[in-house]
């Protein structure tokens, strides 16, 4: 039976609430409110993983956020397991199973170990070193074992079961952080009317003032735990505040942009959360911001200051007051600083043995005056030179230093101990106020980075911007919110706070040893195992800004982004480099500020809410007769309606040949309707399409070309003149949005003079193309009371109908070259029309088709699509379309562009046919054309756009863009393809009915 | 994602507008009567400044109004924005 | 007899909140800006078009809403075929302005209930803070990336419009989004 750590009492537990979980595939017991962290160490389990490069076993170091080592794998065998998760934040459930990474086979025993004894061959940019050369055995031998050794923790392979969903918030104030000056400064806040949201990570609200058992720090004469406690009790029932707990701030954008990520359920066991949402994120909107992040405790940087026990001196005071769960049996606190002295104080107390090892020559302040009091033994002006204990920490040596803390002087002294606790001072956490693009400044006196000049609207207060002593917290966190939310008084204004004032201070970046730095291991980053050394190494290998040292040596790059040891990596470049800190300036703090899993990123945009999917009128029955579906923009289109077993290409071939031999219908639902009204609607449509509209007759119907102001043509569609002053424009199915949005801009921009209105009628409409020779024979019976024939009711023209009492348009027009109609009809009769124009057509065979079957008979004539025969670098001119471009008309858009030098070259890519020579042989869409394969370079003459194979003609065809095309028919060209090369001939683009006599057929 | 006033609608997210452009390039009245410098000019000339920028946006997914936007490219603040047709604030 | 169809769209429920589908009901798009067809439009549909930004007025079973400082969308049920017959002949016809029968292209969704804003904000950037505290206000804005006009009616209750081709889209993700509240 192990020894039970947990022997304090402690109010932040539920201690009737106890916990099963498994760690390593071992059962432990835990209490409600418990992290994994501190869980395992009321177990006396400080081993937790081990190190990314040198194998070397890691423990805890801390209790959150920052923490480098206690990283595990959350998760068991089923399809929900997340890797890299920090041990000192998840709290522990029933159920819970976690494990160790980076490690093989075990932890307490890891193969990978060997790299610790290696390492003197392994140093910074060992990999940029070694594996350069020979370049052959980089796929063979460099990147398969970098890739087994590489990463921490293991994927999930499954998709992620969990739910996560996203949600907006918008607040006067946010106040990050529920320490006691983000206590105050939400409660000032929403006393003074301003909705505030208070966001916190942890479960419960007070940081670290809510364990304070001190007596040197008091308000208002309570202990300052007391004090705040009430003020706790009291917020909870603020009207105008919200406060989230398990919320942890990722990202700090420009305008006061944040995304929070909420925990919801991580907490709970596994079957209190079925089908609940796992994670939220927020995207909070705040007129202002309030920053109280607080400060993370530095470490020191000495020889071999990363071994299990070796931790926080903060973090092993929490574990104690907080968690009930003391770190050792005998502890050491290495410090530079007073704050340290809380911690042994508070293990005095409880009655655990603790001595202090303390660089500085002594101290006057309250806190110092207590240890010794309390009789415990202080070794001043004394560093550690080493630690030893391979799973576990047992022993240290410590080493008097020399007047200028650049030595150690005397003999060595062995101290036996299960727990170092080090303190290097406070960082202050800046990261959040640095991502939001703030600039910071650097304080010499204490040798830390603290908010500067912000660019939106915020504060930062507390620690995190500098303020470490209570006192000073409080009184700046008051008069800095009084400035910020503009209020003459607070109910805080007459606080009296007492608390210990440190006066001797004193920070050696790297500690003095009697070894030289070659032979010794002190850690930076724990995590991605840089060291000191490696600092020193980037330096004398010509390294000098802080953003390569960091990239060379990885230092800071791993998943903790290197918040613990950052500032000591830039004190040594600095001392090295003989630069003061201040003008080095830091790396770049990148969002997220602890990782996110990507579940949380996605939200509920996964499966069905992927992408958005728009749906035509008709969409069910396409689905119904099984139509296989094209996505076009967001639309989803029927591409071909396959029978029983056949392939695309068989159905394709049938429908193509059922619309030329007797009819078949498609749904053209998904072109974009432009309405378009006013008395100047004819003088806009001259202007924005290159062919003239003035003289178009009411209840005729023409093609227009639509070009950019470049020349280069950008969409195109049938407009038709409904009455004198209004007309229906339709776009291509894809530009739709965009040639409203371009057309809007040309009327409130260039022409606001002109008196015309567009409305998008895109999705009142449901459209029903039918075509084929039989066509009109079905128009006959849906319609009996109209003439279909060529004098009352000619190509390129439209009349309004009724079809069972339903107003429809009826537009003679065809994208097939076949005599074709399109009927369209308000939307929610779309369905019912379609079944009405399949009824009266079965008696033809009528044969619905697809997107890919138009496609095809569009391309037997030659017609155009913009976007797949054009690129916005082919003119109308290139295209072969002159008879579109109107010589007579002033202006129109794009029209002077027509006429540049470079438009006007002869030698531009044309569109042409090509026919293969062999006429079986179906050519690749976007397959090069050249004409000499042998002449190096080899010189592309252009690529294919449509290809198919024709069952009307019987043969292959394609259209194509080559250079100088035009000139270029009857010519001998080669497609050369991956296994062979295709002959082809320049030909004609309009491969079937040239004289246009089926339309009217 | 910053937040735009629509002279119109009011404080709007930016994903409810689309960028248009520099400002005040206006589409010559006579593009004939242009050399061909003159119409590249017009055509593709534009500044990019890192600084304050006069820009087109419209509010596509709110009143489809086009208006004008004074915005710092190096940061992002918006210093004014005001309608088609009329004359930037002077500062 | 041509049947009338609309995306799955039924009637649901959830904690606080009702979803249903408001079809077939008259919609139409008006355009203009002189005076003349302010008073045209105030006098045959005895609303005057709100000019506040963001604002609608309803009397009786029309409601205009105010879309832009040229644009207003009047929908109701008491809207029929001569009221928008009266008001292209003598606004369009006359060239005042513009009239445009939009009935099918947006589809009205109602949301009522204490959670409906809870719903919104998990797919509008929109501010609501203010919206669902005042009544007969209109927004036009995203939700889950569609674009939507919002019509405050009442407190706590929404007439949605989408346009009919996301109208499926936008229902389904309504309903997911309503049943992790």
């Known amino acids: ?1001 | 994602m910053f937040i735009i006033t629509c002279p119109f609608c009011g404080e709007r997210d930016q994903s409810e507008f689309s960028a248009g452009g520099e400002a005040h390039i206006v589409r010559p009245k006579q593009p004939t009567e242009l050399s061909d410098d003159e119409w590249a000019d017009f055509l593709f000339m534009r500044k990019n400044i890192k600084g304050v920028q006069f820009e087109r946006w419209n509010h596509a997914h709110g009143c489809r109004k086009w208006f004008n936007v004074i915005r710092d490219t190096s940061n992002d603040k918006i210093h004014a924005v005001y309608k088609m047709g009329e004359k930037p604030p002077v500062k | 007899m041509l049947n009338i169809n609309y995306p799955k769209i039924e009637k649901k429920e959830y904690p606080n909140l009702e979803l249903n589908i408001v079809e077939p009901i008259h919609k139409l798009n008006l355009r203009g800006k002189n005076r003349d067809f302010f008073t045209k439009a105030g006098r045959i549909l005895s609303i005057m078009l709100p000019t506040e930004p963001n604002t609608s007025a309803t009397i009786k079973n029309i409601s205009a809403l105010w879309l832009s400082p040229d644009e207003w969308m009047i929908y109701g049920k008491d809207i029929d075929k001569n009221l928008m017959l009266s008001l292209d002949t003598e606004i369009s016809k006359l060239n005042l302005g513009s009239v445009t029968d939009i009935s099918d292209q947006w589809v009205l969704i109602n949301m009522k209930g204490k959670n409906v804003f809870e719903v919104l904000s998990k797919g509008s950037p929109f501010d609501f803070n203010k919206f669902k505290n005042t009544k007969n206000v209109v927004v036009q804005t995203l939700l889950n990336h569609v674009d939507v006009i919002l019509h405050h009616n009442d407190r706590n209750n929404i007439d949605l419009f989408v346009r009919k081709s996301f109208s499926e889209h936008l229902w389904l993700w309504i309903n997911d989004s309503s049943s992790f509240l």
């Open chain 1, 1 to 1001: 039976m192990s020894e039970n750590f947990r022997s304090l009492e402690t109010k932040f537990l539920d201690k009737t609430n106890r916990i099963s979980f498994k760690y390593n595939g071992k059962k432990y017991y835990g209490y409600k409110g418990d992290t994994l962290a501190s869980a395992l160490l009321s177990n006396g389990v400080h081993l937790i993983g081990r190190s990314f490069k040198y194998h070397r076993p890691r423990g805890i170091m801390t209790c959150g956020s920052e923490e480098p080592n206690a990283i595990v794998q959350i998760g068991g065998s089923g399809s929900f397991t997340e890797p890299n998760v920090r041990a000192t934040e998840q709290e522990i459930y029933e159920g819970l199973e976690a494990s160790s990474q980076n490690c093989w086979p075990s932890v307490e025993f890891d193969v990978g170990g060997i790299n610790n004894f290696i390492s003197p061959v392994i140093p910074a940019g060992f990999y940029y070193k070694t594996f350069m050369w020979p370049k052959k055995l980089w796929y063979s031998l460099y990147e398969p074992a970098i890739r087994l050794s590489a990463g921490l923790g293991k994927s999930p392979t499954q998709p992620d079961p969990e739910l996560y969903d996203h949600n907006h918030l918008h607040c006067d104030v946010l106040v990050v952080g529920g320490g006691i000056s983000g206590i105050i400064a939400a409660s000032i806040s929403s006393d003074n009317g301003n909705n505030t949201v208070l966001i916190e990570d942890k479960n419960s609200l007070g940081g670290s003032t809510i364990f304070q058992d001190d007596e040197n720090f008091k308000i208002n004469d309570e202990k300052s735990s007391v004090w705040l406690n009430n003020q706790i009790k009291k917020i909870k029932n603020k009207k105008n505040l919200t406060i989230k707990y398990r919320t942890s701030l990722a990202a700090y954008h420009s305008y006061n942009y944040l995304l929070a990520r909420e925990n919801l359920t991580d907490h709970k066991s596994l079957n209190e959360r079925s089908n609940k949402l796992r994670q939220r994120l927020w995207k909070i909107r705040a007129k202002k911001v309030i920053l109280a992040t607080g400060a993370i405790e530095r470490p020191l940087i000495f020889n071999n200051n990363d071994r299990p026990g070796v931790m926080l001196a903060s973090s092993v005071k929490k574990y104690i007051d907080y968690f009930g769960v003391r770190c050792g049996n005998k502890n050491i606190i290495f410090t530079n600083n007073d704050s340290a002295y809380e911690t042994a104080i508070s293990l005095n107390k409880k009655g655990i043995n603790v001595s202090i090892v303390d660089i500085r020559n002594n101290s006057s302040s309250m806190l110092v005056k207590n240890a010794k009091d309390a009789g415990i033994k202080i070794y001043w002006n004394h560093t550690v030179v080493n630690t030893k204990g391979y799973r576990r920490i047992k022993s240290i040596e410590i080493m008097k230093m020399s007047e200028d803390g650049t030595n150690v002087i005397g003999s060595k002294l062995n101290l036996v101990c299960d727990n170092l606790s080090i303190s290097g001072g406070w960082t202050p956490m800046v990261h959040l106020f640095t991502q939001s693009g703030g600039k910071l400044k650097f304080r010499d006196s204490d040798q830390v980075f603290i908010p500067n000049t912000a660019t939106s609207d915020q504060i930062s207060i507390g620690s995190c911007n500098g303020d470490f002593e209570l006192d000073d917290i409080i009184k700046n966190t008051i008069s800095d919110c009084k400035n910020f939310l503009s209020l003459s008084s607070t109910d805080f204004d007459l606080l009296k706070v007492n608390c210990s004032k440190q006066k001797e201070s004193k920070n050696i970046w790297l500690l003095p040893n009697d070894k030289p730095l070659g032979k010794t291991k002190p850690f930076l980053d724990f995590q991605n195992d840089s060291t000191a050394k490696d600092i020193k190494l980037a330096m004398r290998e010509g390294f000098r800004s802080i953003e390569h040292v960091k990239r060379y040596t990885t230092t800071g790059m791993g998943t903790d982004q290197g918040k613990l040891a950052n500032m000591h990596a830039l004190g040594i470049i600095s001392e090295t480099a003989g630069v003061k800190m201040g003008s080095l300036g830091t790396t770049t703090f990148r969002p997220p500020y602890t990782p996110l899993t990507f579940g949380t990123i996605v939200g509920r945009n996964v499966g069905t809410f992927f992408d958005i999917t728009r749906k035509t009128p008709m969409h069910d029955w396409h689905e119904s007769h099984k139509a296989k579906f094209e996505n076009v923009g967001q639309w989803k289109r029927a591409w071909y309606y396959p029978k029983e077993n056949e392939s695309m290409y068989q159905a394709v071939q049938r429908e193509s040949k059922a619309a030329r031999e007797s009819a078949g219908i498609l749904d053209a639902s998904t072109l974009g309707k432009i309405d378009i009204k006013g008395t100047d609607a004819s003088e806009f449509l001259n202007r924005v399409y290159t062919n003239a509209w003035s003289k178009l007759g009411i209840g005729k119907c023409r093609y227009g070309l639509m070009l950019n102001e470049d020349g280069m043509v950008y969409d195109d569609g049938v407009t038709t003149r409904l009455s004198e002053n209004n007309y229906l424009m339709t776009t291509t199915t894809g530009g739709a949005a965009n040639v409203l949005s371009k057309l809007e801009d040309y009327l409130q921009t260039e022409w606001p003079e002109l008196d015309v209105w567009l409305t998008s009628v895109t999705d009142h409409y449901a459209t029903a193309s039918v075509c084929g020779p039989n066509s009109k024979n079905i128009l006959k019976k849906l319609f009996p009371s109209i003439e279909f024939n060529d004098v009352n009711f000619p190509h390129m023209s439209f009349k309004n109908a009724e079809l069972d009492g339903i107003n429809c348009r009826i537009m003679r027009i065809s994208f097939t070259g076949e005599h074709s109609y399109e009927i369209n009809i308000e939307s929610k009769y779309g369905k019912s029309l379609w079944e009405k124009c399949m009824d009266a057509g079965k008696e033809f065979n009528i044969t619905p088709y697809g997107t890919e079957t138009m496609h095809l008979l569009r391309a037997e004539k030659g017609f155009i699509i913009v976007g797949q025969d054009t690129d916005g670098t082919m003119t109308p001119i290139d295209l072969q379309m002159d008879w579109i471009v109107s010589k007579k008309k002033y202006d129109f858009i794009g029209k002077r562009s027509l006429y540049r030098s470079d438009t006007m070259r002869e030698d531009r890519k044309q569109l042409v046919g090509l026919l293969t020579d062999n006429p079986n042989e179906i050519l690749e869409e976007g397959a090069q054309i050249v004409l000499d394969e042998k002449k190096q370079p080899i010189e592309m003459l252009g690529h294919v756009t449509s290809s198919y194979f024709s069952p009307n003609l019987n043969k292959s065809i394609a259209l194509a863009v080559v250079k100088n095309g035009k000139k270029l028919k009857g010519q001998k060209l080669l497609v050369p393809m991956k296994d062979k090369t295709i002959n082809v001939t320049v030909s004609d683009f309009i491969f079937f009915d040239s004289k246009n006599e089926r339309l009217n057929a």
